[in-house]
Structure formats: C-alpha cells, structure tokens
C-alpha cells in the first residue's frame, strides 16, 4: 500500500508541476493580452475626449467641461475623469471618480512635464485601477492635462480565474489518473502477484493446492508463474517426502527428531485432538509505537521452548494479553492466528485488570511463589489479598479452557508452569474426561521450605488436578512428591511416581526441556562477524565474554560481576584485552525487589570499571535491552565463552541456546552447577557460582583452552542437545499423557 501511494504521489507530482508551468505561462500572456487592451482603449478615449475639452479648457468653459466628464460616469469599467490645469488644480472631476492619490497626481505631473501621455496601474479605496494621463495645449505649451481612470480590478478576477480553473482540472485529472493507475496496479500487477504469493505460500505451509490463481495471472507475469508453479510442485514432493520419511522414522527411537517428524506423531497418536496449551506469557506481544503496530517475542525460557511445538503441531495457545496494541489485533472472540507472517496455530488472548495483574502477577507469582520455589536467598513475601487475585485470575483461565474444550472430545489441555497451579483442579472438576497436564518450569523446593506458603495445600492440590506433572529433573519429583506426603493426604506410589487423591491419579515424571537444535551444521566463519559486532558497540579487545539473562536477581549476575573482578585481579595480564558484556533484559519492573536489583547491577558495574579500566576501554558493557533473536545469534557466535551462573534454576534454556548457535564447534560453556541443564551439558566447566575465585579460574580457563579441546567439549553438547531436542521432549511427553 506504501508503494502504491509513493507510486501515486510521484504521478501527481509531475502532473501538477506540468499544470503549474502551463498556468504560469497563460496567466503571463492573458494578463499582457488585458493590459494591452486596457492601455489601447484608455489611450483612444484619452485622445477622442481631448479633441473635445482641449479647446474649451483654453476657453475656461469649466461648466461645459464638467458636462462632458459627467456625461461619462455611468460607463462600464469607466471609474471617472479628471482635468487638471498646469498647477495641479482640479478644472472639473467626474462625481463617480475616486480622489487622486498622490501616485495619481504624479502620474500627471509627468505626462503635462515629459508632455506626453503617462500610465500606470495603483490601488484606489481598495480597488486596482489604471490612470492615464494626457497633456492639454494651447498654442504655445502645456496647460493642463486630462486624467482618465479605468477600474481593472477585472485582469486580476480572470487571473485568478485561470488559476482557479486550472486546479480544478487537475484535480479531476489527479482524480481520474490515480483511480487508473490503482485499478492497473491492482489487476494487472498486485493480484496476479498476491495470487503467485499465496500459491507458494500454501506450497511451503502444506495447505490444499489451488490453481486458480496460477492460471489467472496476467499475461506479463506467465514465465513467472512457470517457474513458480515448478517451484510449487518440487515443495510439494519435497514435503510429500518428508512426511513419508517422518512416518518410517516414528518407531526408530535412534533418529533425530524434526518438527516434521513431530507433526507427523502428533497425527499419529492424537487422531484429529486438539491441543490446548496454556500459559500466563504469550508468545507475541503486539505494541503501538505512533500510528504503526508491531510485536515481539519475550525474553522467556518458557516460549523459547514451546513456541517451537505449537508451530509443527498447531492448536490454540490461550495466555495473557500484555501488549498495549494485543486488542487492536484480535477478532470478536480474542482471538488471533500467529505467527504473524506465518500463521500456523490459534493464540488466545485473556484480558486482566491493572489489579488483577498486581496480585496475581506482580505480587502472589514473583513475590511469593518465584522466590519459594527458587531459594536465593531472597524472602517470599505472601499477601491474602495476592492470594484472592491469584485464585480470581486461576479461575479466569480455568473459565476460558472450559469454553474453548466445550464441544472437544477427550482434549488435551498442556498448562504451564508456576502460575497457574489453580488451573488443573479447577477444569478436572468441570471436565473429568479432558487429559490434562502441568509442566513446572522453575524449580520444586524440598518441602520444608515450601511448607512455609500459608496455602500451601491449595497449591499442592490445584496441580493434583493434573494426570501429569511435570518437573525439569527427578530430583524437582522426589521435592514434590514428598511435599504431598507431608502435607496432603494421599495414597503415593513411590515404584510408579504417582500421587492418587480424591480417586484421581497423578502420575509425576521428569522431562528436562530442551531447545529446537537448528538444521545443518556446516562450520563457518564467524570472525567477521565479531569484528561487525565489536565494531558496533566500540569494543576493541581480543577476547569477549558473553552473559546473557533477565534482570532476575536468581540468575546469579552480582555473583558473575564479583568472578570478573576477581580474575582481573588475579589475572592482569587480561586487562585491557578482555571485555565482558552482560545483555540484560529488563524484567518484573512493577516489583519492587527487581527495580533495586537493576539498581544494584548497574551500581556494582559501574564500580568495577571504574576500578579498572583505562583509556577507551572498559572490562564489562551491560546492555540493559531487549534483543531478538537475530542479534542474540550474533552475541552467541562472537563469544568465546558464555557464563551461565544462575544460583538456582529449573532448566536455563540460555545455555543450550549458545551451544546450538555455535556451528563453528568453538567456544567454551561456563555453567551453575545448580542449573538443571548441567546435568545434560556435562562437558561445560561446571562451577559453583557463589565461589568467585573458581568461577575466575573457569574464565581463565575457557580463554586458554586450546581449539581441538573446544571442539571436543562443544562437539559433545551439541550432540546432547540435537538428540534431545524440543521436538523429541514434545513427544515424549504427549505420548506420556495420551497413553496414561
């Protein structure tokens, strides 16, 4: 649409320039043509009266003259007369007759002292008239002079007129041209192109074939649309042939999994269900910036890894509206088909009040439940009216699963993590037969420290709602499963890891989460872009080290700060050729712990360069900004370690991430050995993350260790996370919860 009306004003442009010259030149010419006829006319009557008042005026006959001159007031564009002697005194004046100005009385001055006839055009009480003087003899000189006046306010009236008419031509041609030019545009060029994108759009998403708008297109486009339609065929093959080489693949446990091959399990076991996944995070964020809407992904572990599985097996994803434009795009139903530029699954908005959001949210979720379930030194604080919003909101998502698994038969409904444990309970109440499950993303804490939640039980029995739960690591499981003894009552089987309350069984398995592992694995070069990209944020060092987390005091990123200041310390030789940077999102910034977090990075940062650094450079950049995952790739690549020191965490998706994005086999992993993923990752350099001084050693370390042995330890993990891959924990875990 921009091009059209870049097209269109461009043609209008041009037109009106042309328009504007040709109107210049007639409105030159037709005002030279009037006042020539003017000048013409003024002069003949000049010379006619004066045969007539030049005899009289040397007789003084001044009440003829004033006969004479009366006798031409009533004529049209005729403004009056005047006779003057040569002293400048008025002999007879016509009654009609503006005064004479004193332009005018020049006028006269100088046609009776040049004595011969003098014009020029002025403004009289408002009025544009011309003034022509003649000069009257006797016999020997110059005695007076007869002064004639002609309105010509005319010339400018039919100037303008011109103008006018002229614009409004253009305007109609304007008008006519622009309507063509869309229509030509619309059907000779934008269908046949829209009907040629839509085709190869369907070819590549798998949709039903059509033709129509192959055979349509119009007679410029015919070699395109030939090579496009071989195109179309040769995906339709290639996906054809995939799905047949996805289908012999489903029983060969030893081959890699794909989201094709996910699709094609998903068919296989589900048979035509839907599934329902649930979350308070959405996956795109829709935000108005002026008059222009976008969206964005957000920094969440959680839709980093699931994001990928509703794209190959489709369904609805209902989750929170947080955006300030989520409205502006959504139909009647709040509903919206994403991705954006591909849509592939449902995305269902639930709308939540600024209170709701502070108690459910902000207050119950982070500041209660976040900071429990994580042990970080950091004391839950546990509100009852959080609790009332986090129960109301729970309630709100339950009401809204209900009415979207109305008419679905045995649904399969996926809930996500510590936000909604309500959720489960709540539709198993109303629905028995709808399949649910609950995967805990974050942490279960042992249950003495999980005892001290005041509705403690209403959580534990909320995600009983559940026939399957799921935690990151066994450990998260035994945490669970002996919080439930201690607390509920229950019948626990400790040989099948299942909890039976109220007659419904719970069945309590580990599946760590992974990532979607990018296809091929081609080395290459990424020193270029490491140049582009320390080019960019005016780094000029040998070495880079990479964090990468939420502004999330559990991430461990004061304790990183104190490593790098340690082994700066320890280690001088790397001054000045070593640079960290610490991309940190910004995150829960309604809470107030996360606001003086932020304050503190930022405090201790500042500290630590100021104490080291010298010239133009500086050992750590914080990046406190979203990135996307574009730029993030680029960070990835560029680094030659990545230091993942969380002081607790479920999984920590980020360290998969920088291992999968590094094709070139090189860079070394700095990984908490309280993250989960330390239990697959093996050969990173684990370390404990409040011990700075061996997190200091692991940095020295990483940047010494020789490029065989970074290949060898980077060739390991990314095998680890290739064979266990998002796809492959999507399935395991469907086909858990459909066999149950």
Same mark, same amino acid.
């Given at each position: ?272 269900? +839907? ?207 002996? +919080? ?257």
């Amino acid at each position: 649409m921009k091009q059209i009306i870049a097209v269109l004003l461009v043609i209008v442009t041009i037109i009106g320039l042309i328009v504007v010259a040709f109107t210049v030149n007639q409105v030159g010419q037709e005002e030279a043509r009037l006042k020539s006829d003017l000048l013409y006319r003024s002069t003949l009557l000049a010379e006619s009266l004066k045969e007539t008042i030049e005899p009289n005026f040397v007789n003084k006959s001044e009440i003829y003259l004033q006969g004479v001159i009366e006798r031409f007031t009533d004529k049209e564009r005729f403004a009056g007369l005047g006779i003057y002697d040569n002293k400048n005194k008025v002999i007879a004046f016509s009654s009609t007759a503006p005064e004479a100005t004193s332009s005018a009385t020049q006028i006269i001055v100088n046609a009776m002292d040049s004595d011969k006839v003098t014009g020029d055009f002025e403004t009289q009480r408002g009025k544009k008239v011309y003034v022509l003087a003649v000069p009257l003899h006797d016999d020997k000189s110059v005695v007076g002079a007869l002064m004639v006046i002609q309105n010509a306010g005319y010339i400018d009236d039919r100037l303008t007129e011109i103008w006018k008419n002229n614009l409004i031509r253009l305007l109609i041609q304007a008008s006519l041209l622009s309507f063509a030019v869309v229509l030509l545009l619309r059907w000779i060029i934008y269908e046949p192109i829209r009907g040629l994108v839509e085709t190869l759009k369907l070819a590549r998403m798998g949709g039903p074939e059509q033709n129509s708008n192959m055979q349509t297109s119009s007679f410029f486009f015919r070699p395109l649309v030939k090579e496009i339609s071989n195109i179309r065929n040769s995906l339709m093959e290639a996906r054809i042939s995939a799905s047949e080489e996805a289908r012999m693949r489903l029983e060969k446990l030893d081959s890699p999994w794909t989201a094709e091959r996910l699709k094609e399990f998903v068919k296989d076991i589900l048979k035509g269900r +839907t599934i329902f996944m649930v979350s308070n995070r959405e996956p795109y964020i829709h935000t108005k910036n002026g008059g222009n809407i976008n969206y964005y992904v957000p920094a969440s572990g959680m839709v980093t890894a699931i994001e990928p599985v509703m794209q190959a097996c489709g369904g609805m994803w209902i989750a929170h509206g947080s955006g300030n434009a989520d409205k502006l795009v959504v139909n009647q139903s709040s509903k919206i088909k994403v991705p954006p530029e591909e849509p592939k699954y449902t995305l269902r908005r639930i709308w939540l009040t600024e209170e709701e959001e502070k108690g459910y949210y902000d207050g119950f979720s982070n500041e209660g439940l976040w900071p429990l379930c994580h042990i970080a030194h950091n004391r839950p604080t546990f509100r009852k009216e959080d609790w009332e919003e986090y129960k109301k909101v729970n309630q709100k998502f339950a009401d809204t699963i209900l009415i979207e698994i109305k008419n679905q038969d045995r649904p399969i409904v996926l809930i996500q993590d510590f936000h909604l444990a309500l959720v489960p309970r709540m539709v198993k109440m109303q629905r028995p037969g709808a399949v649910i499950g609950i995967f805990w993303h974050i942490p279960f804490p042992n249950p003495e420290s999980f005892s001290i939640c005041p509705w403690k039980k209403e959580i534990l029995d909320g995600m009983l709602g559940a026939d399957l739960l799921g935690f990151q690591t066994q450990l998260h499981c035994n945490n669970f499963i002996e +919080t439930v003894g201690r607390e509920l009552e229950a019948l626990i089987n400790f040989e099948q890891f299942t909890v039976t309350r109220s007659n419904h069984i719970s069945f309590v398995k580990p599946f760590p989460i992974s990532i979607s592992f990018p296809n091929g694995s081609e080395k290459q070069n990424h020193q270029n872009e490491k140049e582009e990209l320390t080019k960019k944020l005016g780094i000029k060092t040998k070495y880079i080290g990479l964090g990468i987390d939420r502004l999330d005091y559990t991430k461990g990123i004061l304790e990183r700060l104190k490593a790098i200041e340690i082994f700066l310390y320890k280690f001088p030789s790397y001054q000045r050729v070593f640079t960290f940077i610490q991309i940190a999102a910004p995150s829960r910034t309604k809470v107030k712990k996360y606001r003086d977090f932020a304050i503190e990075v930022r405090k201790e940062t500042e500290r630590i360069n100021n104490i080291f650094k010298a010239k133009d450079w500086k050992p750590i950049v914080l990046l406190e900004q979203y990135q996307d995952h574009t730029q993030i790739q680029e960070f990835y690549r560029s680094a030659d370690f990545c230091l993942i020191t969380p002081l607790h965490d479920g999984m920590n998706l980020v360290a998969k991430e920088y291992v999968a994005a590094r094709n070139d086999e090189k860079g070394v992993l700095i990984l908490s050995q309280y993250a989960g993923a330390s239990r697959e990752l093996k050969e990173a350099l684990i370390v404990n993350p409040y011990n700075g001084e061996q997190t200091a050693e692991a940095i020295k370390t990483a940047l010494e260790l020789s490029p065989s042995e970074q290949t060898k330890r980077m060739r390991g993990m990314r095998e680890v996370i290739k064979n266990y891959n998002i796809y492959r924990w999507s399935a395991e875990l469907l086909k858990t919860i459909t066999n149950l």
